[in-house]
């Protein structure tokens, strides 16, 4: 029993006892036993946190703003970065051709055309929506700070941690190839082919690292000045303070 003229791999799964290790990552809640991500899918931060990206990904396309994701980190970086395909929201069509047409409202309608959702959705999205003779023009996609707010609200509900939300997102355009297994970058269960996903968008999720590099940076430089503001505060209240009872 293994796998044929290969004793390496073979050892490597089958473990004494008779017990097989099928590669899959769990979470015991509840007496209840569910699989979340797979172990060769999971990887760690600079500062050795391990992230299972899949079951980030399941908590983000949750939600009606996003329809696709992959989340991207190292070991090289102490947060993670994310790919985002949107769901567009349609203006609000008014009766009359004014300018306040233009500041309707947004209504949500479906995803763009892609094969099966991340996160392990069962549902399949095909072809583009009917959304009569609205262009592109006509819809609106969420900002990367909506997004971005979006994420740590679910995440804060799902109870994730902080190192698991993105700190940046690219934000597909309308007209992206979608995700299939077609392409490679789904596989054939319909999971993210995160190799081929990697490569696909390098150019971005460098630069998304390159942005989160900057922003970090950009907080601990505030995080400093507030400090060096405190202490010359309290020194300096301190040092009228020992002037005055020393007169």
Same mark, same amino acid.
């Given at each position: ?13 089958? @473990? $004494? ?20 991500? %797979?172990?060769? &899918?999971?990887? @760690?931060?600079?500062? *050795? ?11 983000? !396309? ?11 980190? +190292? ?9 985002? %395909? ?10 009359? &051709?004014?300018? +306040?047409?233009? #500041? *309707? ?15 392990? &959705? ?7 929506? +009917? ?8 819809? !609106? ?18 109870? =994730?941690?902080?190192?698991?939300? $993105?700190?940046?997102?690219?934000? /597909?355009? $309308? +007209?992206?190839? $979608?995700?299939?297994?077609? #392409? ?6 319909? @999971? ?5 996903? %990697? ?6 999720? =460098? ?12 907080? =601990? ?6 400090? @060096?503001?405190? /202490?010359?505060?309290? =020194? ?5 303070? &020992? ?5």
């Amino acid at each position: 029993l293994g796998y044929w003229n290969d004793t390496e791999r073979t050892r490597e799964v089958f @473990k $004494p006892g008779g017990w097989y290790a099928t590669g899959d990552i769990g979470e015991l809640r509840n007496g209840e036993l569910r699989v979340i991500d %797979r172990k060769k &899918s999971i990887f @760690k931060l600079a500062q *050795g946190e391990f992230v299972s990206p899949e079951q980030c990904e399941g908590v983000y !396309v949750a939600s009606p703003l996003i329809a696709d994701c992959f989340v991207h980190g +190292d070991a090289t970086r102490a947060f993670v970065v994310a790919v985002v %395909r949107v769901v567009h929201q349609r203006k609000q069509q008014h009766n009359n &051709s004014s300018s +306040d047409g233009d #500041n *309707g409202t947004a209504a949500p309608i479906a995803a763009g055309a892609h094969d099966i959702g991340t996160g392990g &959705s069962d549902v399949a999205v095909e072809g583009t929506p +009917d959304i009569g003779t609205s262009s592109v023009e006509d819809t !609106v996609a969420p900002t990367e700070e909506e997004v971005l707010v979006e994420m740590r609200t679910l995440a804060a509900a799902a109870q =994730l941690p902080a190192y698991c939300v $993105p700190v940046a997102v690219h934000i /597909l355009p $309308p +007209d992206e190839e $979608p995700w299939t297994s077609a #392409n490679g970058l789904l596989t054939a269960s319909h @999971k993210l082919s995160r190799r081929h996903l %990697r490569q696909r968008y390098a150019h971005h999720l =460098l630069l998304l690292q390159t942005r989160g590099d900057a922003r970090r940076d950009g907080a =601990l430089d505030a995080t400093t000045t507030t400090v @060096k503001a405190l /202490l010359a505060e309290v =020194l300096g209240d301190s040092s009228g303070g &020992s002037g005055g009872s020393g007169g």
